[in-house]
Every structure is written in structure tokens, then in C-alpha cells.
T-cell receptor, first 113, second 116 residues
Framework: AQSVTQPDIHITVSEGASLELRCNYSYGATPYLFWYVQSPGQGLQLLLKYFSGDTLVQGIKGFEAEFKRSQSSFNLRKPSVHWSDAAEYFCAVDAGSNYKLTFGKGTLLTVNP | GAVVSQHPSWVICKSGTSVKIECRSLDFQATTMFWYRQFPKQSLMLMATSNEGSKATYEQGVEKDKFLINHASLTLSTLTVTSAHPEDSSFYIC????????????FGPGTRLTVL
């Protein structure tokens, strides 16, 4: 069965600093990969996804992620973090099983002014 | 993006009672809906997949008699927690997918269930 690891439970960055959230997956083939953001009172919002093709994926809100097959990773990045980015971020994979997602445990992002 | 709502957003009930949570796709037809459970500081765990007009498919370890799922229409799925106990207290989240929204599923805001 596939699994997703987000090694960082909580990350704190200063506003304007760059951000990288790590995600590693375990699966025999290349799954579909997703990053979601969860804010209090809001449903999970899709930031970006990778299915195939260009391994650098651009998403909403200035986020991007890079798929590295050799490292089984799909790390999320943002060059300059805004205070409104403070939220919980989840990496997820779909191993081709009809949209069933397996989520990582999430990374809580705190942004200091 | 498409909108999925959940009702109620939070509910408190006594042990032994049943609670129904609704998940609605507001602006698209949801062929498939998913129900997740999220514990504090934990990931979302898929509980079951429901296709409109069919019986739900439950993940391993999820009690189908305890968590009753009905997907009677293309815009509504319900999760009923029967004979709820304190250990059922959790955050329940639904998501919905339909052909019209392509390869993305849309998530509801979640329902916080507290069983006393």
C-alpha cells in the first residue's frame, strides 16, 4: 500500500522568507501527487497536482512543487511567504485507485511577522 | 472551484445516540463522494467511498454497521454515526468528485463531532 511521509510536523518562518515543505511517498510506480492547504473553518483547498510531464508544477497562491522520481519526493516551495499562508499543509497521493487519496500527517506552518 | 458543503459544522451528542452528517455538492453532480476522519494533529484517513445509487465501499477496519453511508442522489451523501461513543469524537470531512469537475475532488469544510 502507498504511504506518504511529511517529516516536518511544524515549521515556523518569517514573513517574506522562502519556504520548503517536504513530502516523500512510497509506491511502486509514480502516483498522482497533490498538495492541499487546510485553514480553520475551510475545506481542504488544492494548491497543485502532478500527474505527468514537467516535473516542476506551478500552483495557486505562488506555490510550486517539484517531483523527483529518484528521491520519491514532491516538495512544496514558495519563494516569499505571506502571513496569510499560515495553515496546515497536506501532501497526498492517488495510486490510480479511482481518486482515493492517501494523505501525509500534515505540516503546520506558522508565519512570524 | 466547485463547492461542497457539510452540515452541521459541529455537533455534540450523548453517548448511545446517532448522528447524521450531510455532505452536499452545491454546483456540480457528484458521482463519487468520499468520507474521511481526521484526529487532532493527524492525517485524514479515508473511511469509505460512495458512488451514487450504490452501496458504499468501506476501508479496512471501518465498521460499516457503525458508520452508515447513503449516497441517494448526485448532490447528497450522508454519514450516520450510530450508537456514538466518545471514541467516535473526531473531525469528519467529505469530498466529492464528478465528471464535470475533471480530475480534482472538492472538500467540504468538515464536521466536528463530540460525543459526551
Amino acid at each position: 500500500a502507498q504511504s506518504v511521509t511529511q517529516p516536518d510536523i511544524h515549521i515556523t518562518v518569517s514573513e517574506g522568507a522562502s519556504l520548503e515543505l517536504r513530502c516523500n511517498y512510497s509506491y511502486g510506480a509514480t502516483p498522482y501527487l497533490f498538495w492541499y492547504v487546510q485553514s480553520p473553518g475551510q475545506g481542504l483547498q488544492l494548491l497543485l497536482k502532478y500527474f505527468s510531464g514537467d516535473t516542476l508544477v506551478q500552483g495557486i497562491k505562488g506555490f510550486e512543487a517539484e517531483f523527483k522520481r529518484s528521491q520519491s519526493s514532491f516538495n512544496l516551495r514558495k519563494p516569499s511567504v505571506h502571513w496569510s499562508d499560515a495553515a496546515e499543509y497536506f501532501c497526498a497521493v492517488d495510486a490510480g485507485s479511482n481518486y482515493k487519496l492517501t494523505f501525509g500527517k500534515g505540516t503546520l506552518l506558522t508565519v512570524n511577522p | 472551484g466547485a463547492v461542497v458543503s457539510q452540515h452541521p459544522s459541529w455537533v455534540i451528542c450523548k453517548s448511545g445516540t446517532s448522528v447524521k452528517i450531510e455532505c452536499r455538492s452545491l454546483d456540480f453532480q457528484a458521482t463519487t463522494m468520499f468520507w474521511y476522519r481526521q484526529f487532532p494533529k493527524q492525517s485524514l484517513m479515508l473511511m469509505a467511498t460512495s458512488n451514487e445509487g450504490s452501496k458504499a465501499t468501506y476501508e479496512q477496519g471501518v465498521e460499516k454497521d457503525k458508520f452508515l453511508i447513503n449516497h441517494a442522489s448526485l448532490t447528497l451523501s450522508t454519514l450516520t454515526v450510530t450508537s456514538a461513543h466518545p471514541e467516535d469524537s473526531s473531525f469528519y470531512i467529505c469530498s466529492a468528485w464528478g465528471l464535470a469537475v475533471g480530475d480534482e475532488q472538492f472538500f467540504g469544510p468538515g464536521t466536528r463531532l463530540t460525543v459526551l
